[in-house]
């Protein structure tokens, strides 16, 4: 639609379906424009049948103006335009100019654009998948990622050597065809020949040393690592500092996804990054983010060609009827509940001067607080948590204690570290509540909000108390609670004492040195009860999602996976005689 400012300038002038005598020159002044200029406008509103404009012959004789659209009329058009362009965060703007009414109408419309199509584009079918997604800065450079969202991109755009499959608990070939050890020290990989990057180049064992060597010098991961030996263009050598059976699990997380070095030094990696995954990044503006299928890919093609993310603002996600997020599109759609493995926690900094280096200390506030009631979502979808793990804290469910000791410790005062990961998706409800707890039996705090990035941080364990935060287990769940126990970027290992420190570095070796899961997953278990007992953590919750998932639908595994998103790689759509034949 044409000059849609003038338009929405009339409508604060002229009530919609009355004729209204007016004059041109009145007109002129209304729209800040020329005599000559109001004639176009009319009669190109007109043509296009969203203004009646008559005029009259005669000295004295007025035109007639009828405007044949609401503002939210004349808005809905603009926004509906704008969409179809492409043009999504200008739409999003003019509906926030809309009475709710109209914003609910376009919500309807919205909705209706989205989810799975096929589409013709050069002589070509393109299967496509469109779907809102918050408006955030997604980080893609593998190396870097905080969130699970950004877990689920890179896994899209980028490959690593080998991958974990949840429900198998088995590795299975990726970049690497085949791998080997004879002490758990020295393992080789095979890699595929004829792996191309999305812009082109072979990949190589090369390629695999120097992403492990910017993991180490840049990201501090990986520190197992003594030395790496490209043997061949197509085999290298991991020599490690310990026997490590678990190392090539480690290799199947999201930050070991084989990157092109050159591309990460000329800069612009972060927003368009290149791998040698199922799908490569063909534009990522401020309105959506699209992947399109890598048609070199070495391995299977995935059935969607297309995905289109759309950049919406927030409370999009939550009224949003469709089928990829929280809401029932119609009674065809089942709701299923998913677990997210992880739970939000409370570490108390061991180390720091202050209150907390005293175990005795930390067990006299610890048996004080209502861990039940520190939550940081809505009750129906959190659970109280004694481990990362819901089926031991399901087996291990603790009874609300008879809290009858009555002391207090009034005039202390504690800082808590509360992770964020973004604008908005933080702890901060969760730490609220600790902290209304702590003010009860008289300890004073204060709040602040830190980056998940740094939270773990030489400065942070110097100036905080307290640390509030949470974690959501990747596809292997013992590898993600391996790094989240040991490492740095997380505040449980660097805020506990030297001898805490030295018992699950122990403990850690045994998990690593053993081939037999069972026992390893008892040795980790032993790490949380030596946490626990040190009252050094208290667990807080663990959360689940009713999502609806189809019941008898022609699209196969349309499902969220333990990155709470669908995994494009799997999609596909079965035959259906109705499309009919060829």
Not at 304 to 311: C, S
Not at 387 to 415: C, I, M, W, Y
Not at 561 to 568: C, I, K, L, P, T
């Amino acid at each position: 639609m044409r000059y849609v400012e003038h338009l929405l300038t009339l409508d604060n002038y002229f009530e919609v379906g009355c004729p209204a005598e007016t004059t041109v020159a009145l007109l002129a002044g209304m729209l800040n424009c020329s005599e000559r200029h109001v004639k176009n406008i009319m009669n190109a509103l007109h043509d296009e049948q969203v203004i009646h404009w008559a005029t009259a012959r005669g000295r004295g004789k007025k035109p007639r103006l009828t405007l044949l659209l609401s503002k939210d009329d004349i808005l809905m058009a603009e926004a509906r335009r704008l969409v179809e362009t492409d043009r999504f965060r200008e739409a999003f703007l003019v509906v926030e100019a809309m009475s709710q009414p109209g914003k609910e109408e376009f919500h309807q419309w919205f909705t209706n654009s989205l989810g799975l199509s096929r589409k013709r584009e050069k002589e070509e079918e393109l299967d496509t998948l469109r779907y809102p997604f918050y408006e955030t800065q997604l980080i893609m450079d593998p190396m870097l990622i905080k969130s699970r969202h950004d877990a689920h991109m890179v896994q899209q755009i980028f490959d690593r050597l080998l991958e974990f499959d949840a429900e198998t608990g088995k590795l299975l070939p990726r970049i690497a065809h085949h791998w080997e050890t004879t002490d758990g020290k020295r393992w080789t990989f095979y890699i595929h020949k004829g792996i191309l990057f999305h812009h082109g180049r072979r990949l190589t064992s090369e390629d695999v040393r120097n992403t492990f060597e910017r993991l180490q010098n840049e990201g501090g991961l990986f520190p197992e690592i003594r030395n790496m030996t490209v043997c061949h263009e197509t085999v290298i050598q991991f020599d490690l500092k310990w026997v490590d059976y678990l190392f090539p699990r480690s290799l199947a997380t999201g930050r070991a996804s084989i990157i092109p070095i050159e591309k990460v030094k000329e800069g612009d990696f972060q927003q368009m990054p290149i791998g040698s995954g199922p799908y490569q990044l063909l534009d990522n503006n401020e309105n959506m983010i699209q992947l399109e299928v890598n048609p070199l890919y070495f391995s299977t093609r995935p059935w969607l060609d297309r995905i289109e993310i759309i950049k919406t603002p927030a409370e999009y996600e939550r009224v949003e009827r469709h089928p990829f997020l929280l809401n029932q599109p119609d009674s065809t759609w089942k709701q299923v509940t998913r677990i997210e493995e992880g739970a939000s926690f409370v570490v108390f900094n061991c180390v720091k001067d202050g209150p907390f280096n005293s175990k005795e200390m930390r067990k006299n506030i610890r048996e004080k607080l209502r861990p039940e009631d520190i939550r940081n979502e809505w009750h129906d979808n959190e659970f109280r948590a004694t481990s990362f793990l819901t089926k031991h804290s399901l087996a291990n469910q603790a009874k609300p204690k008879n809290r009858l000791d009555e002391r207090r410790f009034d005039g202390l005062h504690v800082k808590i570290a509360v992770q964020q990961i973004r604008q908005g998706a933080n702890h901060e409800k969760a730490a609220k509540l600790l902290q209304a707890q702590l003010q009860d039996i008289g300890i004073a705090s204060q709040l602040d909000l830190i980056d998940a990035s740094a939270i773990g941080s030489h400065d942070c364990i110097s100036t905080y108390d307290l640390f509030v935060g949470g974690i959501a287990l990747g596809k292997d769940h013992l590898i993600s609670l391996m790094r989240v126990v040991q490492s740095a970027a997380f505040p449980i290992y660097p805020a506990m004492p030297k001898d805490i420190r030295e018992k699950i570095d122990e403990k850690a070796r045994v998990i690593r040195g053993s081939r037999e899961e069972q026992f390893r997953w008892n040795a980790y278990y032993e790490i949380e009860e030596l946490l626990s007992s040190e009252d050094a953590i208290l667990f807080l919750q663990h959360r689940f999602h009713s999502v609806y998932e189809p019941d008898n639908s022609a699209f196969v595994n349309i499902k969220l996976n333990s990155n709470g998103r669908v995994d494009y790689r799997n999609v596909w759509k079965k035959w259906s005689g109705e499309e009919g034949q060829r």
